[in-house]
């Protein structure tokens, strides 16, 4: 499906999604788990290629965290393998459509087939430019949270972008900024550990549609549901006259002053 693409003057999203729902998806079936989590990867790209014509800049995926480690062995391993066949088959291609791959998380207990995969795709796509694609692998937010934390002991005063440049992980890699849209597929209603700094004023939208079945139509269904809706950040709303719905609403009342701490 084509969407009408956004004008430049539109506020470029970040979409963040917590891609539940593949175990249920293949059982409700009678199929073992790890057939979930192939159809679960298999609907990413056509996601990707829709990113860009939706409004969306930054797509943050969770694929694996830092409690997942806890599953069946088997289960692990497969979803490893899943991930650097992932960036195998798609590093090429997001090379040419411009997507700048980049996988956040712990990194040091991750397989070394995998860790060579993720340095080669994100060296590969390092200036991809139309859309950031974000891979959350063996990631905890309270993780990066406490590890910022450490980071920055002894500091003097701390912003809360300094903050956000410190969860960076690995430290190297740009802020992730804040989460316009977090969406989480599967019936669920939680967080589970997942950008708890940079979700503090995200809209939430969740949806009983399992992963594998989520299509480009459900994430543009997101979207409009986004658009819908009036940002407020803590102020009043917007006059009658001024008032603007979704992402525009942020032109009223701005989210991001900073706050220092001494
Ligand atoms: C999400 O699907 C994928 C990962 C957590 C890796 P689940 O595997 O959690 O699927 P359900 O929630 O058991 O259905
Ligand atoms: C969250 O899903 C993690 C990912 C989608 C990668 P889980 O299925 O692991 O979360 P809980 O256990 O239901 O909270
Ligand atoms: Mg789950």
């Given at each position: 499906m084509r969407f009408k693409p956004r004008t430049a003057a539109t506020k470029p999203l970040h979409v963040a999604i917590i891609m539940d729902g593949n175990g249920r998806w293949a059982e409700a079936r009678g199929w073992p788990r790890i057939e979930g989590h192939r159809a679960g990867a298999a609907v990413v790209r056509p996601l990707v290629e829709a990113a860009p014509n939706l409004g969306i800049r930054t797509l943050t995926l969770f694929?694996?965290?830092?409690?997942?480690?806890?599953?069946p062995p088997s289960e692990v391993s497969a979803l490893m393998r899943l991930v650097r066949e992932f960036l195998d088959a798609e590093t090429s291609r997001c090379c040419k459509e411009g997507v700048r791959l980049s996988v956040l998380g712990l990194r040091t207990r991750l397989p070394g087939t995998l860790r060579r995969a993720i340095a080669s795709a994100e060296s590969a796509t390092a200036?991809?430019?139309v859309l950031n694609l974000n891979i959350a692998l063996d990631y905890s937010s309270r993780d990066a949270i406490l590890q910022a934390a450490m980071r920055l002991r002894g500091a003097a005063a701390i912003s809360r972008a300094d903050f956000s440049a410190a969860l960076?992980?690995?430290?190297s890699r740009r802020a992730t900024p804040d989460v316009d849209l977090l969406i989480r597929t599967g019936g669920e209603r939680r967080?589970?550990?997942?950008?708890l700094w940079e979700c503090a004023y995200a809209e939430l939208y969740f949806t009983d549609t399992m992963w594998p079945d989520l299509d480009a139509e459900d994430l543009n269904a997101a979207i409009e549901n986004y658009r819908s809706r009036e940002r407020r950040f803590g102020g009043t709303p917007p006059a009658i006259s001024d008032r603007v719905r979704g992402d525009a609403g942020l032109l009223a009342v701005s989210g991001n002053q900073d706050c220092w701490l001494h």
């Open positions: 694929a694996f965290s830092s409690d997942n480690w806890k599953r200036s991809g430019k960076s992980n690995p430290p967080l589970s550990d997942f950008l």
